[in-house]
């Protein structure tokens, strides 16, 4: 039996009942208690305040500028740290005002989703120093401006690099834990947080943001291929299971792996890099090394298309355009060694 002292009567028992309804108040108090401090903890939460709208539908323009990238960039070289997205219509373009190309549609729903999210965005540190361990220190961040027209809408700093070197420590904005994308308003010390899937959801490298698919056309749509040189012209196209070429003066049946080189670097046409735009302004396309019309039957989900190549030095990699679209690729040796077949490359038995 429990007790307690007393001063005149030495020991006064407590009751089973009395130690029951004590333990039940003990119980009681800590779950008010705990449910106070999550009460507190969650209230507590700050989220960022005063931002802008920030969607698809109010914004035409993103900047992004990554000041450590575009310090150390080869000038000779274009958009190394510097990206602008444009809004052209109901779609997204990246690169220079003259100078742009159809953007990956995966990446932009990544930073569109990423910047909707900034109105929700969560305090993550009040601490300076903190921002390079989050890579929103100025020398490390990248600014990000939202336009809409030539109002500037919201800029932050934003810190989402897998890694970055500060002396010599490996620091890690983003990392597949916390999957964030790390911001802060130039000249506070608050920086707060959204989710980010990957890593460089706001690339500041131009070969991040574009479409890598030049042109596309299933071989089973397709009536015929027209390869033109400048000097000779043939064309290829099916006859039943096999392929056959029509030269000139000539015809045989193609080799079936040259035909196979051929249609796999059709599903899709595919870059390889992005010219500069100083290479760009020397290109004539409308004077081609080798010109390819790719003919699609009637009935066929794909449009026909033509594909024009002017030589890039003499490793074999091409500049390549899709003849009525004003962008410029690069298309590789090994990609222009299987796709720019010759005559007598296609052919295995030939006919008068």
Not at 34 to 52: D, F, H, N, P, Q
Not at 64 to 79: G, N, P, Y
Not at 187 to 198: A, H, K, N, R
Not at 253 to 273: F, T, Y
Request: hydrophobic share 40%.
């Amino acid at each position: 039996m429990a007790c307690v002292k007393d001063h005149n009567e030495g020991c006064t028992a407590l009751s089973r009942f009395q130690i029951a309804i004590v333990s039940v108040l003990l119980v009681v108090l800590t779950i008010v208690g705990l449910v106070l401090r999550l009460t507190t903890t969650y209230s507590e939460v700050e989220k960022i305040s005063g931002v802008a709208t920030i969607t698809e539908d109010s914004i035409d323009r993103i900047v992004i500028i990554d000041q450590e990238s575009v310090q150390s960039t080869d000038k000779q070289r274009m958009a190394d740290g510097e990206v602008t997205l444009w809004k052209i219509n109901d779609g997204w373009l990246a690169g220079l005002e003259y100078f742009r190309y159809r953007t990956d549609e995966n990446k932009m729903q990544e930073i569109l989703t990423a910047a909707e999210g900034i109105q929700k965005a969560e305090l993550v540190s009040i601490n300076q120093v903190n921002h390079e361990i989050l890579g929103v220190s100025d020398e490390h961040g990248k600014v990000v401006e939202f336009w809409n027209g030539q109002n500037l809408i919201e800029s932050f700093i934003v810190g989402d690099k897998a890694s970055i070197q500060v002396g010599d420590r490996t620091l890690n904005p983003w990392t597949p834990v916390n999957r964030s994308c790390f911001l802060r308003r130039e000249g506070e010390d608050e920086v707060y947080f959204v989710f980010c899937p990957s890593a460089d959801v706001f690339g500041s490298v131009l070969q991040q943001w574009i479409s890598s698919d030049i042109a596309w056309i299933p071989s089973h749509e397709i009536e015929k291929i027209h390869f033109t040189y400048r000097d000779e012209e043939f064309v290829l196209k099916p006859f039943g299971s096999a392929w056959v070429v029509n030269g000139e003066s000539t015809q045989g049946q193609a080799s079936e792996d040259k035909v196979r080189d051929v249609l796999r670097q059709i599903q899709p046409v595919s870059s390889s890099n992005l010219p500069t735009p100083e290479e760009v302004q020397g290109l004539d396309f409308r004077d081609p090394d080798v010109k390819i019309r790719f003919t699609s039957l009637p009935d066929a989900t794909a449009d026909s298309f033509t594909l024009l190549f002017i030589k890039n030095g003499d490793d074999g990699e091409h500049f390549i355009n899709v003849e009525g679209e004003p962008y410029v690729y690069i298309f590789s040796t090994e990609n222009s060694v299987q796709l720019l077949k010759r005559f007598d490359d296609m052919v295995t038995t030939t006919a008068p």
